[in-house]
């Protein structure tokens, strides 16, 4: 079993739906919780970063973590044509953690 | 601010040559960086992490020798391919951790795409 399970979809929505994408994971060690944003051919960026449970949100962008159910979330609003891109959620066990463990990535597309 | 640059961004070589790529965090001290790997539709693949002046830790499977890591100063860390193989073409990744910051956020470079043929 992997520690972080992401499922690649692709998912595709049209222009304005609202996106849930997910991550669950074994190690109840962690922490730290983050969701990064991938365009093709790019380096990943950090869209979101919280600690330990509960919700966090940023303009279109919702994050919510449950630790009890080993599950994170992110949520886009109003989801538009430039969210394409792939979704990576990562974990750390400590704040001085040297390695973020990575989902797979979820490609999504939103569709005009 | 924290932009993290590589070079080059793309590279083919033939088999059995060397190649080196650059990782360089352009404003801030690096205390640490990572080199990943990441091949068509799948995720990041940590090769090995690196503090300056010290050598650098592999992950399991990773040939150390095969890929050689220099994380000469604060600002700059360096991943070369040696005797570089076909299956060794993917787009390879360095992030970098920011020394003055007390949390493990990752700041990225673009990536650096590598054919052998």
């Known amino acids: 079993q992997k520690e972080v399970e992401q499922d690649p979809g692709p998912l595709s929505v049209p222009e304005g739906a609202i996106v849930s994408l997910n991550c669950t994971y074994s190690n109840s060690a962690f922490q730290y919780f983050m969701w990064y944003r991938q365009y093709s051919r790019k380096g990943p960026e950090l869209l979101m970063y919280?600690?330990?449970?509960g919700n966090k949100e940023d303009g279109r962008f919702t994050a919510q973590v449950d630790k009890s159910s080993k599950y994170i979330s992110l949520f886009i609003r109003d989801s538009q044509p430039s969210d394409s891109a792939t979704y990576l959620c990562?974990?750390?066990?400590?704040?001085?953690?040297?390695?973020?463990?990575f989902g797979q990535g979820t490609r999504l597309t939103i569709n005009p | 601010g924290a932009v993290v640059s590589q070079h080059p961004s793309w590279v083919i070589c033939k088999s059995g040559t060397s190649v080196k790529i650059e990782c360089r965090s352009l404003d801030f001290q690096a205390t640490t960086m990572f080199w990943y790997r990441q091949f068509p539709k799948q995720s990041l693949m940590l090769m090995a992490t690196?503090?300056?002046?010290?050598?650098?830790?592999?992950e399991q499977g990773v040939e150390k020798d095969k890929f050689l890591i220099n994380h000469a100063s604060l600002t700059l860390s360096t991943l070369t391919v040696t005797s570089a193989h076909p299956e060794d073409s993917s787009f390879y990744i360095c992030s970098a951790r920011d020394g003055a910051r007390s949390y493990n956020e990752q700041f990225f470079g673009p990536g650096t795409r590598l054919t052998v043929l």
């Open positions: 919280t600690y330990s449970s």
């Open positions: 990562a974990m750390a066990e400590s704040q001085g953690a040297q390695k973020l463990v």
């Open positions: 690196s503090n300056e002046g010290s050598k650098a830790t592999y």
